[in-house]
């Protein structure tokens, strides 16, 4: 059984820096396609970033691009979401997405992901 736990969000101040982890069990973090993405009340779920199964290439939205890292701790079978320069517009719940391989193309879609965390809120005040 496949488990993804996410923890790290909390309240910031705009500016700050936050890092967020996602704990799996079930599945390998070294071998899963594996992705973030976030949803404030009212709006569909949004892609935040994607790393692939193998090779560790990476995508982001333009609107993270630069500000935000997405990694794999193969050690501790984690992934990780580092994000610098927050501004209160990336106020949402945050959720960690797993699958066994995603094609590029359809890396930003919800759907291609079989796994989900619970998710962790991530609110940043102005």
């Keep these: 059984q496949v488990q993804l736990v996410e923890s ?17 069990s079930g599945l ?3 071998r899963s396609a594996m992705a973030w993405f976030r949803q404030v009340p009212g709006k569909e779920r949004e892609f935040v ?3 692939r199964a193998t090779g560790g290439h990476t995508y982001y939205s333009d609107s993270v691009k630069g ?25 949402a719940v945050y959720y960690c997405a797993a699958n066994e391989y995603v094609i590029v193309s359809a890396v930003p ?5 079989k796994y989900w965390g619970q998710g962790t809120q991530v609110t940043v005040s102005k």
């Design 8 to 24: 790290g969000g909390r309240m910031v101040q705009a500016g700050d820096s936050l890092s967020l982890s996602c704990a799996a």
């Design 28 to 30: 390998t973090v070294r």
């Design 49 to 51: 970033a994607h790393i």
């Design 67 to 91: 500000r935000f890292t997405i990694s794999k701790d193969n050690t501790e079978n984690t992934l990780i979401l580092q994000m610098i320069s927050l501004n209160p517009e990336v106020t």
């Design 109 to 113: 879609a919800a759907r291609s992901y």
